[in-house]
């Protein structure tokens, strides 16, 4: 398996593959990160980003049957791997260990320094 680390980039499109389960598929998911972030996003970088996950162990994909909505062609879609599952539980326990360590006197000073 290649690299483990998942970039941020990486976590919200494998956040969004289970999010769409079972119909998770390139175009799918380039609406579904725009309509829950905001975030346009190019359907080449979601490709690019399917691939590493794929090629990372995170995602596994098949070819669904064709239909006539589509001209014929049929839809690749991903699901989440075991090795995905852990990924993404690893980054959460990171980031929600990092933010319980951030003191409540940081927060407060915030509100108190309005140059920050």
Do not use: C
Request: glycine share 10%.
């Amino acid at each position: 398996m290649k690299g483990t680390q998942l970039g941020e980039f990486e976590e919200l499109v494998l956040l969004i593959v289970g999010v769409l389960f079972p119909e998770a598929y390139g175009l799918g998911i380039r609406q579904e990160i725009n309509d829950q972030t905001g975030r346009k996003v190019a359907i080449g970088a979601i490709h690019s980003a399917l691939n590493r996950l794929e090629s990372k162990g995170y995602l596994k994909s098949e070819l669904a049957n064709a239909t006539h909505e589509r001209g014929g062609r049929r839809k690749r879609l991903f699901h989440i791997t075991v090795a995905g599952k852990r990924a993404l539980e690893k980054n959460h326990e990171i980031r929600n260990s990092l933010w319980n360590q951030i003191p409540d006197l940081a927060w407060k000073r915030l509100s108190y320094d309005k140059s920050i």
